[in-house]
């Protein structure tokens, strides 16, 4: 995990905690607050905004991409990028632009095919010029280091890791490469507590469903913030992708049906009857058929996928609690709580065999390749392989301390235990049908990851991209463990922010070829200007250069996140330690009574001041602070969860002197709210 993690993303701001992130305790408090003044509280049930019919954050047409070219090494590399949004810029909100890179070969202009470009955006200074080789390969060596003091505008390489955690919100975090350190890039309130999750094509959205709320919320993943939400049915649970992730099943448990959600449309395309109960999905023949159970149901559905026209029913029995399905085998494995495996053939949709197994909750899933399934049983503390090619379980592992989830790596089964602060590995290199797979226990944590958490159906592991490693996450513990295979301890460990992840998720965010020697990635920024691009590619022919990229600063407007807000203080001015000191704003938009609510706090820790601000009339609102030491304070100004959308606020950062010595300047962001 520490060679293959990446740099800090974040220049200059961050969404949700900014400038914060860097100190930890700070985040911790601030994230903290967010939770309890509404940040990321539940909205009132009768606000659910639809999501956005398009990807684009506005109006706007993409502004034009300007292409420069560079040679090196025999390659000629022609790099683009243009925003999404527009020519456009959202006052202090991330933009979200595309990365194109093509490869060629220089003298026979032939397509340079399978690489992998790592690419990292540095702002150029004010005066600055375009870098002498030397000072690329420099800057190139200190982005792919992950040197904390290294810190490029962008990044297009290496992954970014999501968790879902116990309340209701959602970890945006960038793994580095230098002393295997994490950062929180964004932590996204939730309309609710989540049960499941999935993923958009590339990854820059997941949709997760909120059973309380009866929606499901799309979280953009690149910007850092809940982009709307859909009604669905009642009390929905899984979220299933179909095929290439166009679409989106959703089982809703409360009232027997499955929601069909188109992906491009962001609406609710078919509400399918599927029965009573809690609701699994498995997609086969390529995602053109759906089969859906119910646990209170005899029958278990199969659909048209692209229709949604009912094609048969298969009598499986009630308590079905997992499925599992294998287009190699043309089967699917239904997991009965009552104690039974139930195998049906997928092309005549029929039953062909039912085999006891223990009574009780339960994981099953498909090995790559399709032909072993694992199934593993809590409560029975057992783990069974069975082969699809015998249609029988040929190996049982008992004694294990309640495992409930199974996970893949090419090379190894990871199954994660309930009651051990260990975690479970099986190898996939010998033939399960004639051999018992060889079972390897490694430390996971200080303790259990059980605990009084509500029920998930999100995976809480996720392989990482590169192979040959495992990310868990421990909800006890708080933390994300990384594994490398052959390794008997974790190689990394990240916090999870004072939070207890429930599920994890990694998104790739490297430049993917698109078309032979083209490739192409979104990335965000919250800027234009002349940045220089710093390209690396390994191969036969390797290659680090550096080109002047140029994007578009654009008109500034108030967007999403603007709120409105003028300071009647003047923010360069210092405050007096020990002394009370009243500050003043008038908002441009009027607001309920109350629906304000304030913090004031010393950086990184210290004095802190929160509460609803004093209405004084005709729009102005008024605090009253008495910092107790010297130093930078920030002053943050939001409505709460009822009065406006979660992310908007105003932000200034304030200095406090001591008597007539001034202690601490004002930082730059002194100069005026920053939304």
């Not at 699809?388 to 040929?394: E, F, N, R």
């Not at 930078?632 to 002197?657: D, E, F, H, I, S």
Request: glycine fraction near 10%; charge should be neutral; aromatic fraction near 6%.
């Amino acid at each position: 995990m520490e060679t293959n993690s990446v740099v800090q993303w974040g220049r200059r701001r961050l969404l949700c905690l900014r400038a914060l992130a860097e100190q930890h305790a700070l985040v911790l408090w601030l994230a903290s607050w967010l939770l309890h003044t509404g940040g990321c509280a539940r909205q009132d049930p009768k606000e659910k905004p639809s999501l956005p019919a398009a990807a684009g954050e506005s109006a706007g047409a993409p502004s034009a991409p300007v292409s420069v070219e560079v040679t090196d090494n025999g390659l000629t590399m022609a790099w683009s990028a243009t925003f999404e949004d527009g020519a456009t810029n959202a006052v202090g909100a991330w933009r979200v632009a595309r990365a194109r890179l093509s490869v060629k070969d220089a003298a026979t202009g032939a397509a340079q095919v399978g690489l992998r470009p790592r690419v990292w955006l540095s702002a150029r200074k004010e005066g600055g010029t375009a870098l002498d080789h030397e000072a690329c390969r420099n800057l190139v060596a200190s982005f792919a280091g992950g040197l904390l003091s290294a810190q490029p505008a962008s990044v297009l390489d290496g992954y970014l890791v999501l968790a879902l955690n116990e309340d209701p919100s959602l970890s945006i975090i960038e793994p580095r490469v230098a002393l295997a350190r994490t950062k929180l890039q964004s932590l996204v309130a939730l309309p609710g507590q989540a049960a499941d999750w999935a993923a958009a094509p590339q990854g820059t959205s997941v949709f997760v469903t909120i059973p309380e709320r009866d929606l499901i919320a799309e979280v953009d993943v690149l910007r850092g913030r809940v982009r709307g939400s859909q009604d669905v049915g009642d009390h929905p649970t899984r979220i299933v992708p179909r095929g290439d992730a166009r679409s989106f099943w959703v089982g809703n448990d409360g009232d027997g049906t499955v929601s069909v959600i188109d992906a491009d449309a962001r609406a609710k395309r078919k509400t399918l009857g599927s029965g009573a109960g809690h609701q699994e999905i498995v997609f086969l023949a390529g995602g053109r058929r759906a089969w859906v159970s119910a646990s209170d149901s005899e029958t278990m559905k199969v659909f048209d996928a692209e229709h949604g026209e009912l094609l048969a029913e298969v009598n499986v029995g009630r308590g079905v609690v997992a499925l599992a399905g294998s287009d190699e085998a043309a089967m699917i494995l239904a997991a009965r709580d009552h104690g039974e495996l139930v195998v049906v053939d997928e092309a005549s949709r029929a039953v062909t065999r039912r085999i006891p197994v223990a009574r009780g909750g339960a994981s099953v899933a498909f090995a790559p390749g399709g032909r072993f399934a694992w199934l593993a049983q809590r409560e029975a503390g057992v783990v069974h392989v069975f082969d699809a090619s015998q249609g029988k379980i040929v190996q049982t592992t008992r004694r294990l301390s309640r495992p409930d989830h199974v996970s893949f790596t090419r090379n190894f089964v990871y199954v994660r235990e309930l009651g051990s602060s260990h975690l479970s590995m099986f190898g996939l290199a010998g033939d399960p049908a004639n051999e018992p797979p060889k079972l390897v226990q490694v430390a996971m944590g200080q303790a259990a990851p059980d605990g009084d958490f509500a029920p998930s159906f999100a995976a809480p592991m996720a392989p990482l991209p590169e192979g040959g490693g495992m990310l868990v996450a421990h909800p006890v513990d708080r933390t994300l463990y990384g594994y490398a295979e052959g390794m008997m301890a974790p190689i990394a460990t990240h916090p999870a922010y004072g939070r207890s992840p429930r599920a994890v998720r990694i998104v790739d965010r490297s430049l993917h070829e698109i078309e032979p020697g083209v490739y192409e990635a979104p990335f965000r920024m919250d800027g234009g200007g002349v940045h220089d691009v710093a390209v690396q590619i390994d191969g036969p022919r390797k290659v680090t250069a550096c080109l002047e990229g140029s994007l578009p600063d654009g008109e500034s407007r108030p967007g999403e996140d603007a709120f409105g807000i003028e300071p009647l203080f003047d923010p360069g001015e210092k405050l007096v330690a020990g002394q009370a000191t009243t500050l003043r704003f008038r908002l441009r938009e009027p607001i309920a009574p109350r629906a304000l609510t304030a913090l004031f706090t010393q950086d990184p820790t210290g004095y802190v001041w929160r509460g609803v601000p004093k209405a004084e009339g005709d729009s102005v609102y008024a605090i009253t602070v008495k910092p107790s030491t010297p130093g930078r304070y920030r002053l943050v100004v939001r409505p709460n969860q009822k009065a406006g959308p979660l992310m908007r606020r105003a932000t200034w950062t304030l200095g406090v002197r001591a008597g007539d010595a001034e202690v601490l300047p004002a930082s730059e962001g002194g100069k005026g709210g920053r939304k």
